[in-house]
C-alpha cells in the first residue's frame, strides 16, 4: 500500500503539470486558429494615429556582456516612436571600474541612432533588481514606462503594437511576446528556444484567450505610469517582481492584457548551468510571491474564478515537490519491501491515465510548435526531448527551491543568470552530485525492476533516469564547445 501511494503521487503530480498546460493549450490554439487581429500598416499608424505620448524605457543592469547591451540598446532605438518623447534610462549596478565602459558603448548608441540614453550608476546598490527598477522609475519622465531586460531585442513595432492594444482595450499594462534566442547554438540552447515559444504561448495567449487574468512579465511590458502611482514601488525582499507585480495589480482591479503582435526577443540559457540558476530563481521567486500574494488576490473584486485559476497558476509547479522527494523514498522502500507483484498493477489506471495525458501533451506541443512556424517536426520532437530531460533532471532542485520559498525561509541568494560570453561551460562533477545521485537511485529501481520483471514500473522509472542520463551526457561527457 505505501508503494502504490508513493509512485501514485509521482504519477498524478505529472498528469495535474501536463493536464494544466493541456487546458491552458486549448486557448491558445483557439487563439491561434482563429487570429482575426488584422493590424494596419505599421507606418500608417505611426505616421498619423500616435499621440505625442512620452515612452520611458528602464534596463536594469550588472556585470552584464558590453556586446548583449550594445546590441538591445540598438534594438529598443529602433523601435518606431517620435524620439522627442523617448527616453532610455539604464540603471547599472557595476563596479566602478566597469562604468567608462558602459558609458563608451551607450555614447556609441546613442549618437548612431540619434536616442536620448543615461546612464544612472548606483554606488550602493540597495534592492538589487528590485531596488534599480524603483530608482529608474522615479527618475523617468515617461507616462509610458517599459521595463526590457539587458539581453532583449524587441521588434521595431513593439511599442506601437502594445500602445495600441493598452488604449484599443483600456489595459493598464500590457505584456509583449517573449521569443527565444540563445547567445551560443548549443542543444540546450536551441531546445530551451522553443520551450520559450511553448510555454509563452500557453500561460499567456491560451490564458488570456480563456478569460484569465495574466500577469506581467520581467521585461518586455508596458506600463501606464498611473500603474506605479496605485501599486506602489517594488519591494526589496520579492525576488520574482514581474509576478509579484501582476498580484498588486490584481488587486488593485488594473486591468492586464497581452499582445500576440507585440514580440521581443530575450536571451534562453545556452547551458545547463545557467539554466539551474535561471529555474531555481524562478522557482522560489513564483512560489514566494504566490505565498504572499495570497491576501492580495483575495482583496480583488475580479470573479472566484479568475481568483482561483491565479492562485492554480502561481503554485502550478507545487507538484514538482511531491515528484522529486516521493521518488527516492518509493525506490528504497521498493528495495526494502521488495514486492513480488508490479506496483502499479492495482493503480493501473493512474499508469494508463499519466501515458494518456503524457500524449495529448506531446500532440499539443507539435499543434502549437507548427502554428508558430516550427516545419521541421525531426527538430521540433528533438528539441521536445531534450528540454523534458532538463526539467526531469531540474526537478529536485526546483523542488527545493519551492519548498524553500513555500516554508517562507528568507534567506535567498539571489544569482543572475549568466548571459553571452558569461555564461560558463566548467562541468565541475561537484556541480552535479544532486543529479547524479538520483540517476543512481533512478538506476537501482530500474535494475530492480528488471530483475523483479515488472515491466510496468520499468516503463515509469526508465522515463524518468532517461532525462538524468542525457543531461548529465551533453554537459559531462559531450562537453559542447562553444
Not at 147 to 166: A, C, G, Q
Not at 208 to 232: A, D, Q
Not at 337 to 365: C, E, F, G, Q, R
Request: overall charge positive; proline content about 3%.
Amino acid at each position: 500500500m505505501i508503494l502504490e501511494s508513493l509512485i501514485a503521487s509521482v504519477l498524478i503530480s505529472s498528469i495535474f503539470i501536463q493536464s494544466l498546460h493541456i487546458f491552458y493549450g486549448l486557448g491558445a490554439l483557439r487563439a491561434l486558429l482563429h487570429n482575426n487581429d488584422k493590424n494596419r500598416n505599421i507606418e500608417d499608424f505611426y505616421r498619423k494615429d500616435l499621440p505625442k505620448t512620452r515612452v520611458s524605457v528602464i534596463i536594469p543592469m550588472k556585470n552584464e556582456d558590453l556586446e548583449i547591451l550594445r546590441r538591445s540598446l540598438e534594438h529598443i532605438s529602433k523601435m518606431l516612436w517620435d524620439k522627442e518623447y523617448f527616453e532610455i534610462i539604464i540603471l547599472s549596478d557595476d563596479p566602478s571600474d566597469r562604468w567608462r565602459s558602459i558609458e563608451e558603448t551607450v555614447e556609441e548608441v546613442s549618437k548612431k541612432y540619434m536616442t536620448k540614453i543615461s546612464v544612472i550608476f548606483r554606488d550602493k546598490p540597495i534592492g538589487g533588481r528590485n531596488g534599480a527598477i524603483n530608482e529608474a522609475i522615479s527618475r523617468s519622465s515617461g507616462d509610458l514606462i517599459a521595463i526590457f531586460d539587458v539581453d532583449s531585442m524587441p521588434e521595431p513595432d513593439f511599442l506601437i503594437n502594445t500602445y495600441k492594444k493598452m488604449y484599443r482595450d483600456g489595459c493598464h499594462a500590457v505584456i509583449g511576446r517573449w521569443r527565444g534566442y540563445s547567445y551560443y547554438r548549443t542543444r540546450i540552447g536551441k531546445a530551451l528556444i522553443n520551450m520559450t515559444d511553448f510555454i509563452e504561448t500557453l500561460l499567456l495567449r491560451g490564458r488570456e484567450k480563456l478569460g484569465f487574468y495574466v500577469v506581467p512579465l520581467g521585461s518586455g511590458t508596458l506600463y501606464k505610469r498611473e500603474v506605479f502611482n496605485k501599486i506602489g514601488f517594488l519591494e526589496f525582499d520579492i525576488i520574482q517582481d514581474d509576478y509579484w507585480t501582476g498580484l498588486k495589480m490584481f488587486s488593485k482591479d488594473l486591468k492586464t492584457c497581452y499582445e500576440d503582435n507585440a514580440i521581443v526577443y530575450v536571451m534562453v540559457p545556452s547551458t545547463y548551468e545557467a539554466f539551474k540558476i535561471q529555474q531555481s530563481r524562478w522557482a522560489y521567486g513564483a512560489v514566494q510571491a504566490g505565498v504572499r500574494g495570497i491576501r492580495l488576490i483575495k482583496s480583488s473584486t475580479y470573479s472566484l474564478a479568475k481568483k482561483t485559476e491565479l492562485l492554480i497558476y502561481a503554485f502550478q509547479y507545487i507538484p514538482t515537490i511531491f515528484i522529486a522527494y516521493a521518488t527516492p523514498i518509493y525506490i528504497l522502500s521498493y528495495v526494502i519491501y521488495s514486492p513480488k507483484t508490479d506496483p502499479l498493477i492495482n493503480i493501473w489506471h493512474i499508469l494508463w491515465l499519466w501515458i494518456l495525458v503524457s500524449a495529448l501533451y506531446v500532440i499539443m506541443y507539435l499543434f502549437v510548435m507548427k502554428l508558430r512556424g516550427r516545419t521541421d517536426l525531426v527538430e521540433i520532437i528533438k528539441n521536445l526531448g531534450t528540454s523534458s530531460a532538463l526539467t526531469s533532471a531540474l526537478s529536485p532542485i526546483i523542488a527545493y527551491n519551492q519548498l524553500r520559498a513555500f516554508l517562507r525561509k528568507k534567506r535567498y541568494s539571489y544569482k543572475i543568470t549568466p548571459k553571452g560570453s558569461l555564461e560558463k561551460n566548467i562541468h565541475k562533477l561537484a556541480d552535479y552530485k544532486i543529479e547524479i545521485i538520483y540517476m543512481l537511485i533512478l538506476l537501482l529501481g530500474t535494475i530492480l525492476s528488471i530483475l523483479r520483471s515488472h515491466v510496468f514500473l520499468l516503463l515509469v522509472l526508465s522515463v524518468m533516469l532517461s532525462g538524468y542520463i542525457y543531461v548529465l551526457f551533453i554537459t559531462l561527457v559531450l562537453r559542447e564547445k562553444f
